[in-house]
């Protein structure tokens, strides 16, 4: 096309149409991270939305052990940075149940570690959020969840993603046993980097269409792809590093986390010592049809 009929197509409000698809705009997320809210970690709010910026993500998921103080902060931090436009920060929490781990997004406030998975993932749900299981069937990590009761999670319905893919899985077989749980039960699949410490950052990421809420981020995941690589073994160095750090900053007198920092317990001590258990009032009632078992 001349230029003289570039400006004539310009000021007719004339497009010249070229091969190229149409984009949509695609979030970057990864939806399992730990800052020092967690007791295993020593990352700070402003270094991780530095990083998190610096690698390209648009969305992130603050899943600190136990409590969703941390995602908070990250959060406020973020708006207080004026980068909340560029960095969407989904509350989350890792919690410990008596069956193991249970990652839930979309919070609003902390859910008690100690309740059973199934009542872990109604709670989650009551709040409006989204199930993810998190390192399914890693060995290494005692507080996994346990095969039984994550069945009966996926056979209830409760499930709303899967991680197929965590950074942090020493051999790549368990989670290739994961992707097949997911398959096998037509779950969501997602990957994590399940970040300790600034360079595990972005290590694991789902590009999939933009989404802005609980609802929409269900509808989008079946659409997700992911790229991921795994970490060092190493990396699990720098948690133990973090988690004896915290015990000589906390007996200097030095801040740690302005919450409480609480890192994943072993299933089994909670079936005989369960904390903070909710009054069964708290929980949502079986016979409620908006509250069933088989609900997604």
């Not at 010249?16 to 007791?39: L, Q, V, W, Y």
């Not at 209830?156 to 039960?185: C, M, P, W």
């Not at 073994?233 to 015990?247: E, F, Q």
Request: a negative charge; glycine letters at 6%.
């Amino acid at each position: 096309m001349s230029l003289a009929a570039q400006t004539v197509a310009a000021r007719a409000g004339v497009r010249e149409k070229t091969g190229a698809p149409r984009t949509t705009p695609k979030a970057f997320a990864d939806f399992h991270i730990h800052t020092r809210f967690s007791r295993d970690s020593i990352l700070s709010e402003d270094k991780f939305i530095r990083v998190a910026l610096e690698r390209g993500l648009t969305h992130v998921a603050i899943t600190n052990h136990n409590n969703v103080e941390g995602a908070i902060a990250v959060r406020d931090r973020a708006q207080e940075l004026g980068v909340d436009d560029q960095l969407t920060v989904i509350l989350g929490e890792e919690v410990s149940t008596v069956d193991g781990e249970v990652v839930g997004l979309y919070l609003h406030h902390t859910i008690p570690r100690g309740l059973s998975a199934d009542e872990t993932a109604d709670e989650i749900h009551r709040q409006g959020g989204l199930v993810s299981i998190p390192h399914p069937f890693d060995p290494f990590r005692g507080s996994h969840i346990r095969e039984v009761p994550l069945t009966r999670l996926a056979e209830a319905g409760k499930i709303d993603a899967v991680e197929v893919f965590n950074s942090r899985v020493t051999f790549q077989r368990h989670n290739l046993r994961a992707a097949e749980f997911a398959a096998r039960y037509g779950l969501p699949a997602i990957a994590c980097s399940d970040s300790h410490a600034s360079y595990e950052i972005a290590m694991s990421t789902n590009a999939l269409p933009l989404f802005g809420s609980a609802a929409e981020l269900r509808a989008v995941l079946p659409q997700n792809q992911w790229h991921a690589s795994r970490s060092t073994i190493l990396v699990h160095l720098t948690t133990r590093y973090a988690v004896w750090s915290n015990i000589v900053r906390r007996w200097m007198g030095r801040e740690t986390a302005a919450a409480p920092v609480l890192g994943p317990e072993p299933p089994a001590r909670f079936e005989h010592e369960p904390i903070e258990r909710p009054d069964r009032r708290e929980l949502p009632d079986p016979h409620d049809p908006e509250a069933s078992s088989n609900r997604g």
